[in-house]
């Protein structure tokens, strides 16, 4: 049984053991955004549903978690939004939907400038460094995953409400009632391999061009270093 164990091919499970986390902290935080946004145009459902909480536990969808960790794209399971509550509710529902991927960017420049800056104190070496470092990207890359997947304008992804914004009242309220139909076209696309290539594609093209951030961190921390290494000789020397 020993021998079986050690001839199986453990990396598929270890890459998806390291990217639970990653996924965890891209998806809560998209939802609460939307749901933080949405408060802020008057909208108290999702605080009331307590969606504004970062215990995950109330955002898992666990089928949506494992695409996330396996595929590089997924979903937690949807904010409530009430958008009577909004004074222009096409405008506020394209706001609170735009706050997911928004938030998602912000956390794939924040993550490669943290990769940056791990490598620049580090020089990348240490058992220690290189798992921060890998989750530092895998966090980003996911994190830009979820942003590009969430801008597809198909109900009930954020894209199709800041797209269809722009449609007459009746159009826009007569296309999000057929949110589920569009679902069921994405999984059967996911499962059937057909959207990651254009996905892979256009996630792969813009984090090749947000590679600069990190490069920015690493710089920061060899200024940092030789800094602390100057003072460290003129105390020296002073002594």
Same mark, same amino acid.
């Given at each position: !049984? @020993?021998? #079986?164990?050690?001839?199986?091919?453990?990396?598929?499970?270890?890459?998806?053991?390291?990217?639970?986390?990653?996924?965890?902290?891209?998806?809560?935080?998209?939802?609460?955004?939307?749901?933080?946004?949405?408060?802020? *145009?008057?909208?108290?459902?999702?605080?009331?549903?307590? %969606?504004?909480?970062?215990?995950?536990? %109330?955002?898992?969808?666990?089928?949506?978690?494992?695409? !996330?960790?396996?595929?590089?794209?997924?979903?937690?399971?949807?904010?409530?939004?009430?958008?009577?509550?909004?004074?222009?509710?096409? %405008?506020? +529902?394209?706001?609170?939907?735009?706050? @997911?991927? =928004?938030?998602?960017?912000?956390?794939?420049? =924040?993550?490669?400038?943290?990769?940056?800056?791990?490598? $620049?104190?580090? $020089?990348? @070496?240490?058992?220690?460094?290189?798992?921060?470092?890998?989750?530092? #990207?895998?966090?980003?890359?996911?994190?830009?995953? *979820?942003?590009?997947?969430?801008?597809?304008?198909?109900?009930? !992804?954020?894209?199709?409400?800041?797209?269809?914004?722009?449609?007459?009242?009746?159009?826009?309220?007569?296309? +999000?009632?057929?949110?589920?139909?569009?679902?069921?076209?994405?999984?059967?696309?996911?499962?059937?391999?057909?959207?990651?290539?254009?996905?892979?594609?256009?996630?792969?093209?813009?984090?090749?061009?947000?590679?600069? =951030?990190?490069?920015?961190?690493?710089?920061?921390?060899?200024?940092? !270093?030789?800094?602390?290494?100057?003072?460290?000789? $003129?105390?020296?020397?002073?002594?």
């Amino acid at each position: !049984m @020993g021998e #079986v164990l050690r001839g199986l091919d453990w990396s598929v499970l270890e890459k998806i053991a390291l990217s639970i986390v990653p996924a965890l902290i891209c998806v809560v935080l998209h939802e609460i955004s939307h749901g933080l946004v949405a408060l802020w *145009l008057g909208d108290p459902t999702a605080k009331n549903a307590g %969606r504004l909480s970062l215990n995950p536990i %109330r955002h898992l969808d666990v089928v949506g978690l494992l695409f !996330m960790a396996t595929v590089g794209y997924g979903w937690a399971r949807p904010v409530p939004i009430d958008p009577r509550y909004f004074k222009n509710p096409k %405008r506020g +529902m394209a706001l609170t939907a735009l706050a @997911g991927p =928004v938030m998602n960017i912000l956390i794939t420049l =924040v993550t490669l400038f943290l990769y940056g800056l791990i490598l $620049g104190l580090t $020089g990348g @070496g240490g058992a220690l460094a290189a798992f921060f470092s890998a989750t530092a #990207v895998t966090t980003a890359y996911l994190s830009l995953s *979820l942003a590009v997947f969430n801008l597809i304008p198909i109900p009930p !992804m954020d894209g199709s409400k800041v797209l269809f914004s722009l449609a007459s009242d009746e159009t826009y309220f007569k296309i +999000m009632r057929y949110e589920r139909f569009g679902l069921i076209l994405i999984l059967i696309l996911s499962v059937s391999g057909k959207l990651w290539e254009p996905l892979g594609s256009v996630i792969d093209a813009v984090f090749e061009a947000l590679l600069g =951030v990190s490069r920015s961190g690493f710089s920061l921390a060899r200024r940092l !270093m030789a800094l602390f290494g100057a003072a460290k000789t $003129g105390q020296g020397v002073g002594a």
